[in-house]
């Protein structure tokens, strides 16, 4: 007996991920829909079946990427609850996990694509202000606070990620207390 060939049924999400995969591994440029169709070994229909256009499938990779990376990572601070000082450690620990490789494509993505460099700005922003309130928590100066806020951000995120984050882990994660204990020290 001959099997019929299985449907895949793909959604608007598996298009966004393999989206993602293929921005963080390639770059804007090759976030395009046959080769996307392709890879996942189906018809560009199914695209058409999901999305209007390539636009609107980029605005969808930038909004799951805000979600995720930025509203779903407060959130889960958040969650976990506790004081400012176990947010900000949660915080920096969950910052640490992350390769980069997504964000680094949308920052590159963002110096040709002025809608794009509006969201990132509109993040940046998110998370250095969530970052301040935590230090503002702490008994810092506003001031005192938001460059505290800065040095994280741009060490964990900005840096780290531009220059390349480390494969080892387990250091990431220990260079990332000691610059908690210096960061929250009066």
């Given amino acids: 007996m001959v099997k019929k060939k299985e449907v895949i049924k793909l959604g608007r999400k598996d298009w966004i991920e393999k989206g ?3 921005l963080a591994e390639s ?17 560009k ?12 499938l980029l605005e969808s990779l930038l909004q799951e990427w805000v979600n995720r990376d930025t ?3 407060i959130q889960e ?10 947010k900000l450690f949660n915080l920096l620990e969950l910052a640490v996990r992350d390769d980069g490789k997504v964000e680094n494509a949308i920052r590159a993505w963002a110096t040709n694509d002025s809608k794009t460099a509006v969201i990132l700005a509109q993040v940046d922003e998110r998370r250095l202000n969530y970052t301040r309130d935590l230090f ?4 810092f100066t506003p001031f005192e606070a938001m460059v505290r806020a800065r040095m994280v951000y741009y060490t964990l ?15 990431r994660l220990a260079e990332a207390r000691l610059q908690y204990a210096i960061l929250t020290r009066r």
């Fill in 20 to 22: 993602l995969t293929v």
């Fill in 27 to 43: 770059g804007i440029e090759a976030v395009r829909v046959e080769p996307l169709a392709k890879l996942m070994n189906v018809t």
């Fill in 45 to 56: 229909g199914s695209f058409y079946w999901h999305f209007k256009n390539r636009g609107e």
């Fill in 71 to 73: 509203d779903g990572i």
């Fill in 77 to 86: 601070v958040e969650k976990k609850g506790g004081d400012a000082n176990n």
């Fill in 136 to 139: 503002l928590q702490f008994g």
């Fill in 157 to 171: 995120v900005v840096g780290e990620f531009t220059v390349g984050a480390r494969p080892n882990l387990d250091e």
